[in-house]
T-cell receptor, first 114, second 111 residues
């Protein structure tokens, strides 16, 4: 089955700086890679996703890149703000996020220092 | 739409007792997933349903765990008997066109 590794487990950055979280996956058949943000006491919330037919996707301050050859993908947050503090999860799926469900990384606790 | 609704939000029970977690999915969404979240193991897929039918329950840890989806509006995850190592946050989620929508979770503590 799929295995997703995520690094780092904790990331502390100064407000206004950029943050990068990296994930690798094992199953070359995986074709859907979402990122989730989880705030305290809440369920994970989808913030951005990318499919295997593109290499990069942006949404305002958030971007995701995918390298299928190397089987890794990354989340980039620019101009970080206090409300970006949360736990971020990457995930992978072989069926476009369909019936197989998602395999999640272990999460990154992002801390934005004022 | 109120999203995915889970109940209870918190459950504390004694070892050996039966526990039932409940999920009301988003209306019209026919894929439902149960996940378990712990510090050690992260988010693990337990079981998923499609059109109320269990498709894959290979993530269910033991026979003590069972899940049902009697109709499109309701699903339950039951643990009987419960053990302290079952303590975790349990989420259900719907699959939508743009990713998954999770409920707020049930924090289960077995003492």
């Amino acid at each position: 089955g799929e295995n997703v590794e995520q690094h780092p487990s904790t990331l502390s950055v100064q407000e206004g700086d950029s943050a990068v979280i990296k994930c690798t996956y094992s199953d070359s058949a995986s074709n859907y890679f979402p990122w989730y943000k989880q705030e305290l006491g809440k369920g994970p919330q989808l913030i951005i996703d990318i499919r295997s037919n593109v290499g990069e996707k942006k949404d305002q301050r958030i971007a995701v890149t995918l390298n299928k050859t190397a089987k890794h993908f990354s989340l980039h947050i620019t101009e970080t703000q206090p409300e970006d503090s949360a736990v971020y999860f990457c995930a992978a799926s072989t069926t476009g996020g369909g019936a197989d469900g998602l395999t999640f990384g272990k999460g990154t606790h992002l801390i934005i220092q004022p | 739409d109120a999203g995915v609704i889970q109940s209870p939000r918190h459950e504390v029970t004694e070892m050996g007792q039966e526990v039932t977690l409940r999920c009301k999915p988003i209306s019209g969404h026919n894929s439902l997933f149960w996940y378990r979240q712990t510090m050690m193991r992260g988010l693990e897929l337990l079981i998923y349903f499609n059109n109320n039918v269990p498709i894959d329950d290979s993530g269910m840890p033991e026979d003590r765990f069972s899940a049902k989806m009697p109709n499109a509006s309701f699903s339950t995850l039951k643990i009987q008997p419960s053990e302290p190592r079952d303590s975790a946050v349990y989420f259900c989620a719907n699959r939508e066109f743009y990713g998954y929508t999770f409920g707020s979770g049930t924090r289960l503590t077995v003492v």
